[in-house]
């Protein structure tokens, strides 16, 4: 493809993360749309879950 300026972002393809405390990738969710880029873990298990 010609001309693309920068990564295309196609319909369905969220953004994704990897969580800090499982280390697994999750993918943006609605009830993230406010604070997305402070959002560290995939689950409220994962956000109480300390170093054990
Ligand atoms: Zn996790």
Known sequence: ???GTGR???KGD???KTCAACGL???WRKK???DWEQVKYC???CRGAKAA
């Open 25 to 27: 990738p999750f993918a």
């Open 1 to 3: 493809m010609a001309g």
């Open 43 to 45: 689950s409220d298990r």
């Open 14 to 16: 969220l953004p994704s």
């Open 8 to 10: 295309m972002r196609r």
């Open 32 to 34: 993230w749309a406010r």
